[in-house]
């Protein structure tokens, strides 16, 4: 089973990296899988995605209170929006249609999520 795990921490970890650099592929919740996978799988990669410079604020902020920071936010919904925007362009109308709503209600979702208190409290 821990095989299984570590499998799925290395394969949402890889999809959530490349998510950095394609538009239609989302970074924070493949980042989020991977931490919950490798949290059964491998202590070792667990802890090295908590102290990542990039991955481990947001894992963290997820783990301690299911908060995404304001930034972490506004970059996924200018990454949807773009996104949306391209699909409308590349896609039958249908296809546009159905992941423009699938984005939209995944933005709505993550904008009333709240923020870390650091963020509430004007930084730390």
Do not use: N
């Amino acid at each position: 089973m821990r095989a299984l795990w570590l499998g799925l921490a290395g394969a949402s970890l890889a999809l959530g990296a490349l998510g950095v650099v394609l538009p239609l592929l989302p970074t924070t919740p493949f980042v989020l899988v991977a931490a919950y996978a490798a949290a059964r799988g491998s202590t070792r990669l667990h802890a090295w995605i908590l102290r990542h410079r990039a991955f481990g604020p947001v894992v963290r902020d997820w783990q301690a209170s299911g908060a995404v920071a304001p930034r972490t936010k506004r970059v996924a919904l200018a990454t949807m929006m773009l996104s949306a925007a391209v699909v409308a362009l590349v896609a039958p109308l249908a296809v546009a249609a159905a992941a423009t709503a699938a984005m939209a209600l995944v933005g709505a979702w993550l904008w009333r999520r709240p923020e870390p208190a650091r963020e509430r409290s004007g930084g730390a």
